[in-house]
């Protein structure tokens, strides 16, 4: 069941972000690397638990079969990359499209890896759009780490869904690593 996040879903979104968070500290160890770019990773964002009341609304919970909270999605309404970033735009023309407002954005997507299969991500995506076609908003983006460690299974996940890579942020030093680069993707919404 996709549902509202509610206060008390704090403690389950809490763990999941948790529990898929990137350990930059084991970027050197191979193995880890190989595992995280293959089975999904979120970057590691801590949210406290006022902040979560703050932006509840934005959040939308998935519950697996036995009705525990699988997995999350936060949709949100502010662009993630600022204007003086220079990212390189695949299409120079979609540029001014991102820019626009109102905006709708993927600011997290997480399923736990033992709610996979069941189809939580795709179930979550999909009221995303369907909230986003609500505010008559025709576009929808998501950000996805790209360097200096690729989170293939959300890049998959996402061209499956049908993303399409609009623009690559420059090298820069965040979420604990230097020549950090983000790939931005959008959906038209029809």
Do not use: C
Request: proline share 5%; no cysteine.
């Amino acid at each position: 069941m996709i549902r509202p996040a509610t206060l008390p879903d704090y403690e389950a979104i809490a763990g999941i972000q948790q529990s898929l968070a990137l350990d930059t500290t084991k970027l050197e160890d191979s193995d880890y690397v190989e595992r995280v770019q293959q089975d999904g990773f979120l970057l590691n964002l801590d949210i406290n638990q006022e902040t979560f009341a703050a932006n509840v609304a934005n959040y939308i919970v998935g519950e697996t079969d036995e009705g525990k909270i699988g997995g999350f999605l936060r949709l949100d309404d502010e662009q993630e990359m600022a204007q003086d970033e220079r990212p390189q735009w695949f299409n120079p023309y979609l540029a001014a499209v991102y820019w626009s407002l109102p905006h709708a954005n993927i600011g997290k997507v997480a399923v736990l890896p033992s709610a996979t299969r069941q189809g939580l991500g795709t179930q979550l995506l999909a009221r995303a759009e369907q909230l986003t076609r609500e505010r008559q908003i025709p576009w929808l983006y998501a950000y996805v780490a790209y360097k200096p460690i690729t989170n293939h299974a959300s890049i998959a996940f996402h061209e499956r869904n049908g993303f399409h890579a609009l623009a690559l942020e420059q090298p820069q030093s965040a979420y604990n690593m230097q020549d950090y680069q983000g790939m931005l993707y959008d959906k038209k919404l029809s």
